[in-house]
Structures are given as C-alpha cells and as structure tokens.
C-alpha cells in the first residue's frame, strides 16, 4: 500500500504565507509526479500545481507568482509554499503523486485525504 499523509493547513489572515507537506510512504517503487489539489467550498477539485520527479514544474494561472511547488525525490515528498494568499484560496488541498508501487508494472494516481487552509481577511 501507499499512503499521502498532507500538513502544513491552517488558519491565516490575507496576505499571509503556508507552506504545505506531502510524504508519500509505502511500497513505492517509483513517483512520477506529485501534485497539489485544491477544493472549495461548492467548488469542483482543481488543480493548484504538479511537478515531475525531473522537477518541471506547471501552476494555475491564478497562483502564478505566488505558489511555488517544490519536491524532495529522496524523502518522496512534495511542498507547496503558498505567499500572499488571498480569501478565495480558502479550500481544502489534496495531494495526488503518480506512483508505481512495488508489486505493479505501471503507474495510478494516489490521493491524499486533504488539509484545510482558511484564509481569513
């Protein structure tokens, strides 16, 4: 089994920085991608920001500037460092890696169970 443990949410004013965790753990053989996920309130998941193992990188347009996406091959964990967060980034954030586990030939997206970030005004 392979399992995403998200951390790093919680509660902080306009303007303010997070930065969230993501280790994968488990019978990994290897990652492709990480990702970060995000769902608000009555809002469809979207996606934040995705990173290959190789370290390319891709962002919403709407996070651009001011999310940064970073991964750690070794630890196999994936970060999002969130500056000069605005109200509307209120949501629940779900990590998601692309991962071939040690008894299977290919690769299925895995999903974390999410943290919440709430940014207040």
């Known amino acids: 089994q392979v399992q995403l443990v998200e951390s790093g949410g919680g509660l902080v004013q306009a303007g303010g920085s997070l930065r969230l965790s993501c280790a994968a753990s488990g019978s990994i053989f290897s990652i492709n991608a990480m990702s970060w996920y995000r769902q608000g309130p009555g809002k469809q998941r979207e996606l934040v920001a995705g990173i290959t193992s190789g370290g390319s990188t891709n962002y919403a347009d709407s996070v651009k500037g001011r999310f940064t996406i970073s991964i750690d091959t070794a630890k196999n964990t994936v970060y999002l460092q969130m500056n000069s967060l605005k109200l509307e980034n209120t949501a629940v954030y779900y990590c998601?890696?692309?991962?071939?586990?040690?008894?299977?030939?290919?690769?299925?997206?895995?999903w974390g169970r999410g943290t919440q970030v709430a940014v207040s005004s």
């Open positions: 998601n890696a692309n991962v071939r586990r040690t008894d299977r030939r290919f690769y299925s997206d895995m």
